[in-house]
């Protein structure tokens, strides 16, 4: 989702796991597990991200927005 920032003024991408209140115990691992490998990872080509947290029991990630469309789009469907 694209968000507004308020106390930096500028705007971000939240990424709030798919199943959300529905979400067991393994996908709510699995979406903290990726969410604490990607924000240990310093490189040009990866999405920083800002803030993990939980709102109302859900989970949520805060990166970098990064504009361009989506990378499924840019992919093309072909894996790489």
């Given at each position: 989702?694209?968000?507004?920032?308020?106390?930096?003024?500028?705007?971000?991408?939240?990424k709030?796991?798919?199943?959300?209140?529905?979400?067991?115990?393994?996908?709510?691992?699995?979406?903290?597990?990726?969410?604490?490998?990607?924000a240990?990872?310093?490189?040009?080509?990866f999405?920083?991200i800002?803030?993990?947290?939980?709102?109302?029991?859900?989970?949520?990630?805060v990166?970098?927005?990064?504009?361009?469309g989506?990378?499924?789009?840019?992919?093309?469907g072909?894996?790489?």
């Open positions: 989702y694209l968000a507004q920032q308020e106390s930096l003024r500028r705007e971000v991408a939240v709030v796991i798919r199943d959300g209140a529905l979400a067991g115990p393994r996908e709510l691992a699995r979406f903290r597990i990726e969410a604490e490998a990607a240990r990872m310093r490189h040009p080509n999405v920083e800002l803030e993990v947290g939980e709102h109302a029991g859900r989970p949520f990630l990166m970098e927005l990064v504009e361009g989506n990378l499924a789009n840019f992919l093309g072909q894996p790489q």
